[in-house]
């Protein structure tokens, strides 16, 4: 079993839908959960970064962990054709490095 | 755009040449990295520089070697590539190797021959 597993999509919406971006990951210790966004011919963005379980939320953006489930989300609301791009979820353990999904492809359809 | 500088941005090379990438962080960081980024792949991780020395190489061939001169400066050294090595070269910095968030620069997206 991977690490990480992450749909690598494409998943595509119509502006102003909810979206949900899932990983689920089988190593325990992970304690650091992140969420980076890449537009084509760039780096990866840092878009969110938790700690532990529970929620984040930052303006349209909510990561939400659940480490009894092994399972995080990105919530995209009032989603905007801006928003098309690729999301990498991202964790770690205090003291390893950080493992990545492959990313999801996200298209917003004006 | 981040604090994260990488160039040059595009490279094309032969498998008989040599290059480097060349990358800097202006975010007082102490840790740095280089991944490469192939499609349909995980980023994958080749080299950990913590306080310049090299903490981690992830069985990289030899034909890429890395230099980090000083906390800033990261250097990914290319020779006799091969076309498989075509891919997205990106460099990341942190505050330190416990845990937490990279930063990333743009990537030198390299084409080789």
């Known amino acids: 079993q991977k690490e990480v597993e992450q749909d690598p999509g494409p998943l595509s919406v119509p502006e102003g839908a909810i979206v949900s971006l899932n990983c689920t990951y089988s190593?325990?210790?992970?304690?650091?959960f992140m969420w980076y966004r890449q537009y084509s011919r760039k780096g990866p963005e840092l878009l969110m970064y938790?700690?532990?379980?529970g929620n984040k939320e930052d303006g349209r953006f909510t990561a939400q962990v659940d480490k009894s489930s092994k399972y995080i989300s990105l919530f995209i609301r009032d989603s905007q054709p801006s928003d098309s791009a690729t999301y990498l979820c991202?964790?770690?353990?205090?003291?390893?490095?950080?493992?990545f999904g492959k990313g999801t492809r996200l298209h917003i359809l004006p | 755009e981040t604090g994260v500088t990488q160039t040059p941005r595009h490279l094309v090379m032969g498998m008989t040449n040599k290059k480097s990438l060349k990358c800097e962080q202006h975010?007082?960081?102490?840790?740095m990295y280089w991944y490469k980024q192939s499609a349909k792949k995980p980023l994958e991780l080749m080299f950990v520089?913590?306080?310049?020395?090299?903490?981690e190489n992830n069985s990289v061939p030899s034909r890429f070697s890395p230099e980090c001169p000083n906390s800033s400066h990261l250097f990914l050294h290319l020779h006799t590539l091969q076309p498989e090595d075509s891919a997205l070269y990106l460099c990341?910095?942190?505050?330190?190797?416990?845990?937490?968030?990279?930063?990333f620069g743009p990537g030198t997206r390299l084409l080789v021959l």
């Open positions: 990341a910095s942190s505050q330190d190797l416990k845990g937490g968030s990279q930063y």
């Open positions: 190593n325990s210790a992970f304690q650091y």
């Open positions: 938790t700690y532990s379980s």
């Open positions: 991202a964790m770690s353990d205090r003291d390893d490095k950080i493992i």
């Open positions: 975010l007082g960081h102490n840790a």
């Open positions: 520089y913590s306080l310049e020395e090299r903490v």
